[in-house]
């Protein structure tokens, strides 16, 4: 068993064995991590770029931390100090870089489809770290090793993303892979922050939390960006925080045994209270340390996969 | 039958003119870069031809002849992107899509917002392979803030104002706009397309926008641009041109505004009736990337039954050169706009009339009689005194699309390896062979 493709560009269309095979990995990585020697020496010899377009703290550093646990080299590229502030196209960018013979490139950019616009560009293979609000496939991958390593499956749970489903590609690539892994999938947030026909994602749809959550196994909150009040989507972060803001009463609303996870960063007290964020059922930092696994394991996964192994 | 002297005749082909309601097998003689006459064959054109001069005689049969097309809608691009089309180019590629005759936007650098501008590019077109019309603007630099003189660019000898590529926001702007063309007898072109609704998008909102994670244009800000410009042409007279029509909710605004008496016209440009949205998320091809965007399969059947009962009077290709670097970067970052002017005769074969939706005299009316009125332009018929202007067409040749073909400088064109039937033969400008096909 193997990946088909020598690119993880998105969740959609990537099938269930896939994504098995990419959590039953980590789980190895994930035992690693833990060790007092962290390193292994899987990728030594490969180069890999984090090409990040956009700021980043959690993807960046966990990419990095997992290329270093590989023992890849791993160079990281910052817009502010590189010649795209001189006008150079992102296709001479990467060529140059790849000129000087890299293996592998983690790429995180404002606009949807770089990462396939990589993938035509370079003979590198590509890993989208989040593209526009397009996919964020290991942030989506991580999310689910998590839950599944406390439920120990994935299949007819109850998950439920609340938040700016519009303007996130975590609810995306979630959406995708929990529902291929047999999951059940609601989003919820005001109705100016959900998509244009969102409902034919073959998920449910609320604009109430409290409908939302009755009888949900899992809660993941899609971070709100203030600058979006600023444009209008919403009246108030008072408002944003009364009707969907997640609070302890409103957890009483879940299963028993339920979840709390956050992809970060937090705006706490707008859409998570201190007590919640804090709170026993909260996976919010596992979730960041399970994300270095898993890039570990995706990583591993794709190193040295060529085209013409790809079916 | 005394021998006159003839530049050019064009025999056994079967010509079709919706001008003068002809479609039939007949002769056309040129003379002084005119029609001068279109007649049957019969005894004495045959006694007259046989012994005629060989190289004056172009010899159509199979072929269907038609008025030179005439497209309303180009973008020339110079002055000041001449790296990606010039005057010159875009007239060859107009030849080679047997377009005789194109208007071009203003939307140049400079903008054609004085007569200056008007001057440069009819001198630049004097050598050009086919008929070059300006069409000025509506507001000075495109800006929407105050009108451009208009009398001036009509002065000039622009056949229409436009602002096209933006929408005149203010309404009272654009009420202006109209009242102060209707002086001159000149259509305003309404890009219609709300920048509030629209600004930001890149493609057609719909599920496709919500799956790729994109910033969409949705349909209702064209069908509120449009009505509104209904609204205000009804009120002030005048006669109001739209672009482009791109969704079933336009297209029924014009119907009933069409019904209602109100002096409106409309164009399709091919891609919307062949393209759809969900084309866009299979490669993030930038050359799919248009304004107003390519819409949904219930969109392009909107548009192909505005085009047979007539609400759309004309078929405009919207030929929007960009050069490859420019189109070779981040959807987002691309800009809009597509080649169109070698496809569009390819595009109404095959979409329109091989589905048996237009006739090749609707088609016609489409490409030339239609353009011509609404532009109020020379051209768009054969008859007798009109100009030479002629396109010779293999109906059903099939033919592939191939970057060799194009004869824009620029190469963005979605439609490239696909296979069309219908393939122009010759192109006649004048009187003068300006495209040959191979």
Redesign the interface.
């Known amino acids: 068993m193997s990946l088909r493709s020598r690119h993880l560009i998105g969740l959609?269309g990537v099938a269930r064995e896939e994504i098995k095979l990419i959590l039953d990995t980590a789980e190895t990585f994930r035992e690693i991590i833990e060790r007092p020697i962290k390193k292994v020496p899987t990728l030594r010899g490969l180069t890999v770029l984090n090409l990040f377009y956009e700021p980043s703290t959690r993807t960046r550093i966990s990419f990095e931390l997992a290329e270093k646990r590989l023992s890849a080299d791993s160079i990281s590229f910052a817009t502010a100090t590189s010649s795209v502030k001189k006008g150079e196209?992102?296709?001479d960018t990467v060529q140059n870089i790849e000129a000087m013979k890299i293996d592998m490139v983690v790429v995180r950019?404002?606009?949807?489809?770089?990462p396939?616009?990589l993938t035509?560009c370079l003979d590198s293979n590509i890993i989208n770290g989040g593209?526009?609000?397009?996919?964020h496939p290991t942030q989506a991958l991580l999310d689910m090793f998590t839950i599944r390593r406390k439920y120990g499956k994935l299949d007819g749970l109850r998950v439920i993303l609340v938040g700016d489903v519009k303007h996130s590609?975590v609810t995306?690539s979630n959406i995708w892979g929990l529902k291929t892994m047999g999951a059940s999938v609601a989003v919820c947030g005001p109705s100016t922050l959900l998509?244009?026909?969102?409902e034919?994602?073959g998920v449910d749809v609320y604009t109430s939390i409290e409908e939302a959550l009755d009888g949900a196994d899992v809660v993941n909150i899609m971070r709100i960006q203030l600058e979006r009040q600023q444009a209008g989507m919403f009246p108030s972060q008072r408002e944003y925080t009364n009707l969907w803001g997640l609070t302890r009463e409103r957890l009483r609303l879940l299963n028993k045994n339920y979840t709390v996870m956050h992809p970060g960063p937090m705006n706490r007290g707008v859409e998570i209270t201190n007590e919640v964020a804090d709170g026993d059922a909260s996976v919010i930092l596992e979730q960041v340390t399970n994300g270095v696994a898993v890039r570990m394991a995706v990583l591993y996964l794709l190193s040295g996969k060529k085209e013409e192994e790809t079916q | 039958m005394k021998a006159p002297e003839y530049d050019l005749v064009i025999r056994n082909g079967r010509v079709i003119d919706p001008a003068l309601g002809f479609e039939q097998e007949a002769v056309i003689f040129v003379a002084g870069g005119r029609i001068a006459g279109i007649v049957k064959e019969s005894k004495s054109t045959k006694k007259l031809l046989d012994n005629y001069p060989e190289d004056k005689i172009l010899d159509a049969a199979g072929m269907i002849v038609t008025p030179g097309l005439i497209d309303i809608h180009v973008h020339l691009r110079e002055p000041g992107r001449e790296y990606a089309e010039t005057i010159a180019s875009g007239c060859r590629a107009a030849a080679g899509g047997g377009f005789t005759s194109v208007c071009c936007m203003p939307n140049t650098f400079p903008v054609i917002d004085n007569q200056e501008t008007v001057q440069f590019v009819h001198a630049r077109a004097e050598k050009a392979d086919a008929r070059v019309y300006v069409i000025g603007a509506i507001t000075k630099s495109l800006k929407g803030e105050e009108l451009a003189e208009i009398g001036d660019l009509v002065k000039a000898g622009v056949v229409a104002i436009s602002d096209d590529g933006n929408f005149v926001q203010n309404p009272e702007l654009m009420r202006r706009g109209l009242e102060y063309a209707k002086m001159f007898h000149i259509p305003i072109v309404t890009h219609a397309e709300d920048k509030y609704l629209c600004g930001e998008g890149v493609m057609n909102?719909?599920?496709e926008?919500?799956?790729?994670?994109?910033k969409?244009r949705?349909a209702v800000g064209e069908v509120i641009a449009i009505l509104r410009d209904i609204k205000l042409c009804e009120f002030v007279g005048g006669r109001l041109h739209v672009a482009h029509v791109s969704t079933a909710g336009g297209v029924e605004a014009i119907r009933q505004a069409k019904k209602a008496g109100i002096h409106v016209t409309a164009e399709a440009a091919p891609h919307h009736f062949t393209l759809t949205d969900d084309m866009i998320g299979v490669?993030?091809d930038t050359n799919l990337k248009v304004n107003p965007p390519v819409r949904t399969q219930k969109d392009v059947e909107a548009i192909i039954e505005g085009l047979v009962d007539g609400t759309i009077d004309c078929i405009a290709s919207d030929h929007a050169p960009h050069a490859e670097?420019e189109k070779?970067?981040?959807?987002?970052?691309a800009p809009s706009g597509m080649l169109g002017l070698q496809t569009t005769l390819g595009l109404v074969k095959t979409q329109l009339i091989d589905k048996g939706y237009l006739s090749w005299a609707d088609a016609v009316s489409k490409l030339a009689y239609n353009p011509a009125r609404i532009m109020n332009l020379p051209g768009g018929t054969l008859n007798e005194g009109a100009p030479a202007d002629i396109t010779l067409i293999d109906p059903e040749r099939k033919w592939t699309f191939r970057d060799k073909d194009i004869k824009s400088i620029s190469r963005n064109s979605p439609y490239l390896g696909w296979k069309f039937s219908g393939k122009v033969a010759f192109t006649i400008a004048g009187g003068r062979i300006v495209y040959r096909g191979e």
């Open positions: 959609e196209s992102l296709r950019h404002s606009s949807a489809g770089v396939y616009y035509q593209d526009g609000t397009h996919e590609r995306r998509p244009y026909e969102v034919k994602f | 909102e719909s599920f926008s919500t799956r790729l994670g994109m969409g949705p490669a993030f670097e070779d970067v981040e959807f987002d970052k």
